[in-house]
C-alpha cells in the first residue's frame, strides 16, 4: 500500500492532501528562508491517529513535520528533506481543561490565542492568558513550544516559562507525559518536583515528537489598569530606562518599538518617513492593580524614573493614555487589546523576516545601536522591537523587516539578517525561533559538549531521525 492510501486508511480521504496547491502553500512561509515542496499534507484529528501515522513513517521511513499554521517567521516548518510530510494538527482544536483554582488551561495543538481569548472571557472573566503580538489564528501551544514572547513577559519571562506539563506522541509512538498530570487528568499544577521532562519538547522545533496536550499556566484578571507611553532619544539611555522601569517590578509588560514601527501601526504607509528631532523609541508601560490606588502609585514610581532620567536627556518624555488617545484617536486602544490584528500590517507584503534574540541585559543597548547601524546600512525601515524579559534578568531585541519578495530583496535581506545575527552572537545573544541558517551559525559556537547531548536526546527519542530532520544541525 503506498503511504498516501495508507494515510487516507487512519484520518480519511478528506484530510490527506498531495495535491499541487496544498504542497505550494505548505512549500513557504513569509521569510526569505528558500521554499521547499513536502510531499503530502495530513491532518488527523486524534492521539490514536497520530500514533498510526507515526507508525507509517517509521515502517517507510517518511520524514514527519508538525504544523499548526506556520506563522512562526523563521521557516520552521519548511521541509529539509524531499518526501517530507506535513502533519497538521488544526483539527486537534479542543480546550479540555481549566482549573480556576490551580489557575491552569489544557489545551490541543490547534487551538489559537482567538480561541483562549474567547473561551476566557466566555467561562472564566476572571481569569486571563497572555498573548504576543503575532495574529489571534496562531498555535498558542506551538508559541509555548518555541518559547515566544506575549504581554506578561516582562514579569513573567518567556511563555515556555508557563508551562505545567504536556502529553506527547515520542518520535516512535509511545504516548509519553511530563509535569504534575502523571498522576491523573485534573492534576496539571506545575513542573516540579520532577524531573524536568518538558524540556524533551521544549524549544525542538518539532524534533522530538508531536506534542498533543498542554498544561499552560492562566492568571488572575486584574481589576483596574493603566498605560502610558514613553518617548526616548537614543539607544543606550532608552534600554537603561527600560532596564530600571522592569526593575522596579511594578509593571505587567513593556513594549519598546522604534518610531518607524510606531508609526506603522498608526497606519501610516511604507516606507515610514523619520524626521530630524523626533523621539527614536515609543514605549508601550502595562500597570495593573487592585485598586486605582495601586495603579496610580505603581505609575508614580515609573514618573519617578523618568524625571531622574530626565536630568540627563530632557527630552525623554512619560505621556498618560489618556493624551495618546487625544492625538491619535481611540485607534490606539487597538494596541492594548490581545490577541490583535494591530500586527497584520506587518504582512502587507508576501515577505516577513526578522533576527530576533534573547540577550544579557548589559549587551542589550550595544547591540540595539549596533543592528540599527546594520539596518539603515542595508537601506531597511528601522523596524525594532524591545522587551525587558522576568524582571530584566533577559532582555529580547528584534529587527523587523517587511518585504517584496523579489530575488534582489531577498538577497538584501539574507544579506542584512546574518549580518545581524554575526553581530548579535558576537555580543552572547541567542537567537529564537531559529532558521536553520541561524542554528548553522549558531552551533558552530555553542559549546560542544551541548551538541552531543543534544544529539544523544535526538538519538535516543528518534533513532530513525524521521522528525523534522535537517533543524539544529541534526
Ligand atoms: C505578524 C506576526 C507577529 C508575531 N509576533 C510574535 C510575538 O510577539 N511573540 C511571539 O512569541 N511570536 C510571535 N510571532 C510568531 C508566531 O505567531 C508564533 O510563534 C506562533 O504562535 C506559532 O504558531 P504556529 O501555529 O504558526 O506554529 P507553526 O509555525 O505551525 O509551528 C511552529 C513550530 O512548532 C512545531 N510544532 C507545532 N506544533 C507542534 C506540536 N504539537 N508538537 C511538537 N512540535 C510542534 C513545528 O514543527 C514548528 O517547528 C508572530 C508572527 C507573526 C506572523
Given at each position: 500500500m503506498d503511504m498516501k492510501t495508507r494515510l487516507a486508511k487512519i484520518v480519511g480521504p478528506d484530510f490527506v492532501k498531495d495535491g499541487l496547491a496544498e504542497r505550494y502553500v505548505y512549500s513557504m512561509d513569509m521569510t526569505e528562508n528558500p521554499p521547499k515542496q513536502p510531499a503530502m499534507v495530513v491532518m488527523p484529528s486524534t492521539v490514536k491517529e497520530i500514533q498510526e501515522i507515526i507508525e507509517a513513517a517509521n515502517e517507510t521511513l517518511t520524514p514527519l513535520i508538525p504544523f499548526v499554521t506556520g506563522q512562526n517567521v523563521g521557516g520552521l516548518t519548511i521541509p529539509q528533506v524531499d518526501g517530507a510530510v506535513i502533519v497538521d494538527l488544526k483539527r486537534m482544536d479542543r480546550i479540555i481543561e481549566v482549573d480556576p483554582v490551580a489557575m491552569y488551561?489544557?489545551?490541543?495543538?490547534?487551538?489559537?490565542?482567538?480561541?483562549?481569548?474567547?473561551?476566557?472571557?466566555?467561562?472564566?472573566?476572571?481569569l486571563v492568558y497572555t498573548y504576543p503580538?503575532?495574529?489571534?489564528?496562531?498555535?498558542?501551544?506551538?508559541?509555548?513550544l518555541l518559547q515566544g514572547l506575549c504581554d506578561f513577559s516582562t514579569a513573567r519571562g518567556s511563555m515556555a516559562d508557563f508551562v505545567n506539563g504536556l502529553e506527547a506522541v515520542l518520535p516512535t509512538g509511545e504516548l509519553v507525559k511530563a509535569g504534575s498530570g502523571i498522576l491523573g487528568e485534573g492534576n496539571w499544577f506545575g513542573r516540579y518536583p520532577l524531573p524536568d521532562l518538558v524540556g524533551l519538547f521544549s524549544g525542538w522545533q518539532g524534533m522530538t515528537g508531536i506534542v498533543t496536550k498542554i498544561a499552560l499556566q492562566i492568571f488572575p484578571r486584574m481589576p483596574y489598569s493603566k498605560h502610558a507611553a514613553l518617548f526616548t532619544f537614543e539607544e543606550a539611555a532608552t534600554t537603561d530606562l527600560l532596564i530600571q522601569i522592569a526593575r522596579s517590578r511594578v509593571v505587567d509588560d513593556v513594549d519598546c518599538h522604534s518610531m518607524s514601527l510606531v508609526k506603522m501601526l498608526m497606519g501610516i504607509p511604507y516606507p515610514v518617513e523619520v524626521f530630524e528631532g523626533e523621539p527614536d523609541y515609543g514605549t508601550l508601560i502595562s500597570i495593573s492593580g487592585n485598586s486605582l490606588e495601586e495603579v496610580n502609585a505603581n505609575y508614580n514610581v515609573i514618573e519617578q524614573i523618568v524625571e531622574n532620567a530626565k536630568k540627563d536627556d530632557p527630552r525623554q518624555i512619560l505621556v498618560s493614555w489618556k493624551a495618546v488617545k487625544k492625538l491619535l484617536g481611540d485607534e490606539a486602544d487597538s494596541w492594548l487589546d490581545f490577541p490583535s490584528n494591530a500586527f497584520s500590517i506587518l504582512t502587507e507584503f508576501d515577505g516577513l523576516s526578522w533576527v530576533g534574540t534573547y540577550?544579557?541585559?548589559?549587551?542589550?543597548?550595544?547591540?540595539?545601536?549596533?543592528?540599527?547601524?546594520?539596518?539603515?546600512?542595508?537601506?531597511?525601515?528601522?523596524?525594532?522591537?524591545?522587551?525587558?524579559?522576568?524582571r530584566m534578568h533577559f532582555g529580547e531585541f528584534k529587527f523587523i523587516i517587511r518585504f517584496p519578495k523579489d530575488e534582489d530583496t531577498l538577497t538584501r535581506v539574507r544579506q542584512c539578517n546574518e549580518e545581524l545575527l554575526d553581530f548579535a552572537l558576537d555580543l552572547g545573544a541567542l537567537p529564537y525561533k531559529t532558521p536553520v541558517w541561524a542554528t548553522n551559525k549558531l552551533i558552530e559556537r555553542v559549546d560542544p559538549g551541548f551538541l552531543e547531548l543534544m544529539k544523544k536526546v535526538k538519538k535516543t527519542l528518534d533513532p530513525n531521525g524521521i522528525f523534522n530532520p535537517g533543524r539544529w544541525g541534526l
Open positions: 488551561m489544557v489545551i490541543e495543538p490547534g487551538v489559537t490565542f482567538g480561541h483562549v481569548r474567547k473561551y476566557l472571557d466566555e467561562h472564566y472573566p476572571e503580538l503575532a495574529p489571534p489564528y496562531t498555535s498558542v501551544m506551538a508559541n509555548a540577550i544579557n541585559p548589559k549587551n542589550w543597548g550595544i547591540a540595539l545601536q549596533g543592528g540599527r547601524k546594520i539596518v539603515e546600512k542595508y537601506g531597511f525601515e528601522l523596524q525594532s522591537f524591545l522587551k525587558p524579559m522576568n
